[in-house]
């Protein structure tokens, strides 16, 4: 298919099917902040998602400890931080406006602050007092018709930074540039105008020779497009494939040579987005078709690889390097999407309910023999991290949140190193009234440079005290606790992913 042709079925997917053909009225619109008030007082947990109505302006971090010398920079972090507007609460966690957040190590110490991303959808919101527009798993009675995805962009589940730029990322539209001292929202990001508007997931891979790869899924028309971006933050390349029985795609990986997709079987069905459906609720799972895994060569992307692991379902990988034909990797694994489906939407009505319990999954893919073998690590865990030097290449270690005895609420407890190889673990628990968001792993610039010489650092939010918590960890020794720690008087919403740039 050439690029013309991909643009235009992309485009009409996005405005026809990707988010429902027409938004239909959701019988007791308030019913969600109603049980959600409901909950709070027996609930203290619903505090990590309130959510905001305004930025978060600068403040400085109480600090216990003395930051490292060499830990300088800035920690962003994006998610969604506007729950609730006019009343009306949003059905799913991941359709409230993106918030990109900065935490800014120096010598004088930690300062936060925080930013609304300005996208088409949040002027639009905002102006009308409520929501108008479509969202993943919300849509609005007399919702606005909407002509592309970006229409619907909330800018809220990641950022990069990539040829000179901090981009909010989100998982069907277009990346968000944003001012990376101001946090001011920018321009959307074009990689070339044939692409404009195209999806652009939230989870690029930066090899080592500092080429990104991302790729874009319009659900409605069964295309996976792949990007390969230069380290100057020009398209290199920009391809598409079709794929049957479209999944559910949020994450994936890259070796030296290959790409790696991992797709459950919860698959988008266009009847039901035709029907109304929100886009959440016009997939199906289908556990007969098992969690198939895509391979596509860098160079042959029109050459797919197929391969089938055991139903289940997976957000985010952690690695994968390939040794003498065979690629090894690793995920968080869930054996159905239920979290996705339904925990997250109970999440906003105040209640917590799992019967799920995800394992770390290490898998081989045998490429010569067309064949797949996987184990797992007993480990209820998410928000897998690396040191960003082993992209790609042979590695160890990966950096958890886990859940170790966090009770009946939702969420992280503990973080956690595993070496995916041995099984080994070495953790930290925050305590029982604490809950841990994704932490990042940031290289020791003066260190030996082997795997994971550095340090984690991450955010958390104290229910007992009503603060936020920055630490850093000596990566490699996790149990002695955090060697520094911030602490704020005001509360965020939990966010999901981040990254560390260097000063």
Request: aromatic fraction near 10%; hydrophobic fraction near 40%; charge should be neutral.
């Amino acid at each position: 298919m050439d690029r013309r042709n991909f643009s235009q079925s992309l485009l009409a997917a996005a405005g026809t099917l990707s988010f429902g053909a027409r938004a239909q009225p959701v019988p007791a619109a308030d019913a969600y902040q109603s049980a959600f008030e409901a909950s709070r007082a027996a609930q203290p947990w619903t505090l990590a998602y309130v959510g905001l109505q305004e930025d978060a302006a600068p403040m400085p971090l109480t600090l216990r400890g003395r930051l490292p010398r060499g830990l300088q920079g800035a920690f962003y972090r994006n998610g969604p931080a506007r729950h609730t507007l006019g009343g009306k609460r949003y059905h799913h966690l991941f359709d409230g406006d993106g918030m990109v957040q900065k935490y800014t190590l120096s010598a004088q110490g930690i300062t936060h602050q925080g930013r609304f991303v300005r996208t088409q959808k949040f002027l639009a919101d905002s102006a009308a007092g409520r929501p108008v527009r479509a969202a993943f798993g919300t849509n609005p009675p007399e919702a606005e018709p909407i002509s592309g995805p970006d229409d619907v962009n909330v800018a809220n589940t990641s950022v990069v930074q990539h040829g000179g730029e901090l981009l909010a990322l989100w998982e069907g539209g277009s990346a968000t540039r944003v001012d990376p001292q101001t946090l001011a929202t920018g321009e959307l990001k074009t990689w070339s105008p044939d692409y404009a508007g195209m999806p652009f997931s939230a989870h690029p891979r930066i090899d080592a020779d500092g080429t990104l790869w991302n790729f874009g899924v319009s659900s409605g028309r069964g295309l996976l497009s792949v990007y390969r971006v230069k380290p100057s933050g020009e398209l290199a390349q920009a391809a598409t494939i079709k794929v049957p029985d479209m999944s559910m795609l949020h994450d994936f990986a890259v070796t030296e040579r290959h790409l790696v997709f991992l797709l459950p079987p919860l698959v988008y069905d266009a009847g039901r987005a035709a029907a109304g459906e929100t886009f959440l609720d016009s997939h199906v799972w289908k556990p007969q078709l098992g969690l198939r895994v895509l391979v596509l060569e860098k160079d042959r992307l029109d050459a797919p690889m197929w391969f089938e692991l055991p139903s289940g379902f997976v957000f985010h990988i952690g690695n994968a390097w390939e040794d003498r034909g065979t690629i090894r990797l690793d995920y968080v694994r869930s054996d159905t999407a239920r979290h996705a489906t339904f925990e997250l939407k109970q999440l906003m009505q105040g209640h917590y309910e799992s019967r799920e319990t995800p394992a770390v999954a290490v898998v081989e893919l045998d490429l010569k023999a067309g064949r797949a073998r996987q184990s797992l690590l007993p480990h209820w865990s998410e928000f897998p991290r690396i040191d960003p030097r082993v992209v790609g290449r042979r590695y160890a270690q990966v950096f958890l949140a886990e859940r170790v005895n966090a009770g009946d609420r939702p969420g992280y407890d503990s973080v956690l190193r595993l070496d995916v190889g041995t099984g080994r673990a070495d953790r930290y628990r925050y305590g029982d009234n604490v809950m841990v968001e994704e932490h990042v792993f940031v290289a020791r610039r003066s260190g030996s440079g082997r795997e994971g010489d550095g340090w984690l650092v991450g955010t958390a939010l104290d229910l007992k005290r009503r603060e936020m918590l920055f630490s850093v960890f000596d990566a490699q020794r996790l149990a002695d606790g955090p060697i520094a720690q911030g602490a704020m008087a005001r509360v965020m919403p939990l966010g999901l992913h981040g990254i560390f740039v260097p000063a």
